[in-house]
């Protein structure tokens, strides 16, 4: 399975160790660091899912990761931040550079913050497409 980061309903920068993901529809926008910042930049990549748990579990030999990995996938799925996609769009995902895993296992996890969405949806970027400004949707 392939999961791409829904866009252009979500956009996520890169700040130094931390992803910031805003959800243009709802207004939310996640914190995501350590291991699911990772895990984020490993999927907007084009990283298959069964690769990526492949990878975590050879980094952490000891430690079980696929149960706390895929749930922290399906609540990703669950906020609607990412979405199933067929292997040749994974193959045109963009070109992240990866984060490097944390040595110690912490299981993935992200922050949800709903404190700006009326400031978010009033912003007119929310209704712009491909095409960028001044272009409406």
């Given at each position: 399975m392939w999961l791409l980061p829904n866009h252009p309903r979500i956009i996520s920068e890169t700040l130094?160790?931390?992803i910031i993901a805003i959800n243009m529809r709802s207004g939310a926008y996640?914190?995501?660091?350590g291991l699911g910042a990772c895990i984020w930049s490993r999927l907007s990549a084009g990283t298959a899912t069964d690769d990526l748990v492949g990878e975590l579990e050879d980094h952490y030999r000891e430690i079980q990761v696929a149960s706390p990995v895929n749930e922290f996938l399906a609540r990703l799925a669950a906020e609607d931040l990412v979405r199933e996609v067929q292997p040749d769009v994974a193959a045109t995902a963009?070109?992240?550079p990866l984060l490097p895993l944390p040595?110690?296992?912490e299981p993935p996890d992200f922050e949800r913050f709903t404190d700006m969405e009326n400031l978010l949806l009033l912003d007119p970027v929310h209704e712009?497409?491909?095409r960028g400004w001044p272009?409406?949707?």
């Open positions: 130094d160790d931390e996640y914190s995501l660091r963009s070109d992240v040595e110690l296992f712009i497409d491909e272009h409406r949707a």
